[in-house]
C-alpha cells in the first residue's frame, strides 16, 4: 500500500515537471516574455531620457539667465554714458510699494490715488506739503455746518394710493339714496289720492332705505313733511338741495347740496337767501345761480353743508367742469349717471382715490330706490357722509 501511494506521487511530480517545461517552451509564453523585457527597457530609456531633458532644460534657463543679467549691465551702462541726452532714457513706472513711498514723503493722503493712465513718474508730483491746505480744510468745514436745503415736493391730493379710496376701515353698513325728489320740484309726477310724503317714507322703507337725502330743485319746502313722517322710524332723513351752478366754461353743473339731520326747512331756506335764489326760482329744474362757484362753497359749508357733484358725466358738455372740481377745489365724491363712466377720471388721475355713487335721483314715487348705495360709515348719519364726501384741501 505504501509502495503504490510513493509510486503515484513520483508520477505526479514529473507530470507536473513535464507541464511545466511544455508551458515554457509554448510560443504564448515566449511572446509575453519578450513584451515584458521591452517594456522594462522602454521604462529604463524613458527614465534617462528625463534627466537628460531635466538637466538640459537647467543648462538653457542658466544661459537665459546669465545673458539677461549681461544686457541689463549693458543697458545700465549705456544710460549713465554722458554721449546719450537724458530724454532718450526711458522712465520706469514705479511699483506700487515705491508708489505709497513716494506719496508719503510728499504728504499726500492714502486715499489719492495715481491714474494708470499718467505715464509720468510720481517723483514728478509738486510736494506741496498736502493737498488739505488751510483755506481747503476751511471750505470743507464750512461745507459741513451749512444746513442741509430742504426739497419740498409738492404732492396733490390725487396722487394718492390707488384709483378708488379704501372707504371707513371701521363702522356699519347702511343702504342710501341721497337724490330723492318731493312734489317741492316743478317735475315731479304724482298719483293722484295719495300723500306723497307719507309715501315716500312707506317705498323708502319697504327698499330697505335707512338714509335718504331729500334734494329738491332750489326748494325746501317738503323737508319738514318727509322728516315728521319718518320720525320714529329706522330711516335717517338728509336735509338737502339740488343747485345748478357754473364751474368753469360749463354753465350747467348739478350740485346736490346736504345739510345736518337736526337741520329744518327753514334752516336750508336760509342757505338759498344767501345763495341769492330770488322765490320766484324756488323748485325750477332750469334756474342756475349767478353766484361764484368758489362763494357757493363757501356759503354751503359755511352752513354746515356738504357739496356733491351730481351726473356730470352724463354729457361732453358737463364734463368739462370736472377738471376744476377736481384740482382747483378738491372734490373726490362724485354721483355719476353711469357707474362705468369711471374711466373718464382713471385716465387722468389714476390715483386719485375717489369715492363714486350711484344715486336713484327720483323724480317720482315708482323711482324711489331704484338705486341704492350699500355704503360703511364710521360714524351714522349726516356726521359719517360728512367723513367720506367732503372736499379734500
Not at 296 to 302: D, L, N, P
Not at 316 to 341: M, R, T
Request: charge should be positive; aromatic fraction near 6%; proline fraction near 5%.
Amino acid at each position: 500500500m505504501t509502495q503504490k501511494t510513493g509510486d503515484t506521487a513520483r508520477k505526479a511530480r514529473s507530470k507536473e515537471a513535464v507541464n511545466v517545461q511544455t508551458l515554457a517552451e509554448h510560443p504564448r509564453t515566449k511572446r509575453l516574455k519578450v513584451v515584458d523585457l521591452t517594456m522594462r527597457r522602454g521604462s529604463a530609456v524613458s527614465s534617462r531620457l528625463a534627466k537628460a531633458s531635466s538637466s538640459s532644460a537647467k543648462k538653457t534657463r542658466e544661459e537665459v539667465s546669465s545673458v539677461e543679467r549681461k544686457t541689463r549691465r549693458s543697458v545700465k551702462a549705456s544710460d549713465k554714458s554722458p554721449d546719450k541726452p537724458a530724454a532718450a532714457s526711458k522712465i520706469k513706472a514705479p511699483s506700487l510699494r515705491k508708489k505709497k513711498a513716494l506719496l508719503a514723503q510728499a504728504g499726500l493722503k492714502k486715499t489719492t490715488r495715481v491714474p494708470k493712465e499718467s505715464k509720468r513718474a510720481v517723483s514728478d508730483l509738486p510736494i506741496t506739503g498736502g493737498l488739505e491746505t488751510k483755506e481747503k480744510k476751511k471750505l470743507s468745514l464750512e461745507k459741513r455746518t451749512e444746513a442741509p436745503k430742504e426739497v419740498v415736493q409738492v404732492k396733490h391730493w390725487w396722487e394718492g394710493k390707488s384709483f378708488l379710496s379704501k372707504g371707513a376701515r371701521r363702522g356699519r353698513n347702511y343702504r342710501v339714496d341721497l337724490r330723492v325728489h318731493t312734489p317741492g320740484t316743478e317735475i315731479f309726477f304724482s298719483a293722484g289720492g295719495v300723500d306723497p310724503g307719507a309715501a315716500l317714507v312707506r317705498l323708502g322703507r319697504v327698499k330697505g332705505l335707512q338714509l335718504m337725502g331729500v334734494t329738491d330743485h332750489n326748494n325746501a319746502s317738503y323737508i319738514d313733511i318727509i322728516k315728521s313722517e319718518a320720525s320714529g322710524t329706522k330711516l335717517r332723513i338728509i336735509p338737502g338741495l339740488e343747485l345748478c351752478c357754473r364751474v368753469g366754461s360749463c354753465d350747467k353743473v348739478s350740485i346736490a347740496a346736504l345739510f345736518p339731520e337736526e337741520s329744518s326747512g327753514e334752516d336750508v331756506f336760509a342757505v338759498l337767501r344767501n345763495l341769492q335764489v330770488p322765490d320766484s326760482a324756488f323748485g325750477k329744474v332750469a334756474y342756475c345761480l349767478e353766484m361764484d362757484f368758489a362763494r357757493v362753497v363757501e356759503t354751503v359749508e359755511q352752513a354746515g353743508g356738504i357739496l356733491l357733484p351730481s351726473r356730470l358725466d352724463k354729457t361732453p358738455f358737463s364734463q368739462l367742469a370736472i377738471p376744476d372740481l377736481v384740482e382747483k377745489y378738491g372734490f373726490h365724491a362724485f354721483d355719476l349717471a353711469y357707474p362705468e363712466n369711471k374711466q373718464i377720471f382713471e385716465k387722468r388721475w389714476p390715483l386719485g382715490e375717489f369715492t363714486f355713487f350711484s344715486f336713484s335721483n327720483c323724480h317720482s314715487l315708482a323711482q324711489v330706490g331704484s338705486r341704492i348705495e350699500k355704503i360703511k360709515l364710521e360714524e351714522p348719519g349726516f356726521l359719517g357722509l360728512k367723513n367720506l364726501i367732503a372736499r379734500r384741501t
